[in-house]
T-cell receptor, first 116, second 112 residues
């Protein structure tokens, strides 16, 4: 079974530039998550999708971050404009269905963003 | 809101047992998890425990849950150099959409 795919693996941009990350979840997984992991910290949820609808985006900085999952499969996360403090690893995860009792989340390898 | 706390660092000798501790605040937590993260790699689920259990054993791993004190621990028996990594405790609750709330991670260094 293929895992969660993310691209690119690494990205370096200057502050105020834009950047986009892509995620392809495990086939059949209805729930998709984007997490931000700043160096030395645990991952923090940015946004959770169920199919193509947003379940939780309470911690997404909506003035600069946006995410979409138009067809309920792949997702993109965009930052515009980037700030130095956005430097982090952006992890995508997917699970079968958030409504089930226990849904293991499978993580991709992440995209490491460096803003200079 | 939810909060998960872990100690930062643990050093252990190869062959000894490691114990990593975690505390959490959300009394409605349904599941509690331990993830492992090696350098440059994603998060790997090691084990999890349902909140109505107090112990779970899986090969070298033993999870203990004290729900009254909201304390979770992971014991790794016969620790190997390959166990050197960062270990994250996480909790989820159905009421919160099963999203994972992570601790800051415990870096485990296994010395030969």
């Amino acid at each position: 079974e293929a895992g969660v795919a993310q691209s690119p693996r690494y990205k370096i941009i200057e502050k105020r530039q834009s950047v986009a990350f892509w995620c392809n979840p495990i086939s059949g997984h209805a729930t998709l998550y984007w997490y931000q992991q700043i160096l030395g910290q645990g991952p923090k949820l940015l946004i959770q999708f169920q199919n193509n609808g947003v379940v939780d985006d309470s911690q997404l900085p909506k003035d600069r971050f946006s995410a979409e999952r138009l067809k309920g499969v792949d997702s993109t996360l965009k930052i515009q404009p980037a700030k130095l403090e956005d430097s982090a690893v952006y992890l995508c995860a997917s699970s079968l269905d958030w409504g089930a009792l226990n849904t293991e989340a499978f993580f991709g390898q992440g995209t490491r963003l460096t803003v200079v | 809101g939810e909060d998960v706390e872990q100690s930062l660092f643990l050093s252990v000798r190869e062959g000894d047992s490691s114990v990593i501790n975690c505390t959490y605040t959300d009394s409605s937590s349904t599941y509690l998890y331990w993830y492992k993260q090696e350098p440059g790699a994603g998060l790997q689920l090691l084990t999890y425990i349902f909140s109505n259990m107090d112990m779970k054993q899986d090969q070298r791993l033993t999870v203990l849950l004290n729900k009254k004190d909201k304390h979770l621990s992971l014991r790794i028996a016969d620790t190997q150099t390959g166990d050197s990594a960062i270990y994250f405790c996480a909790e989820s609750s159905k009421a919160a959409g099963n999203k994972l709330t992570f601790g800051g991670g415990t870096r485990v260094l296994v010395k030969p």
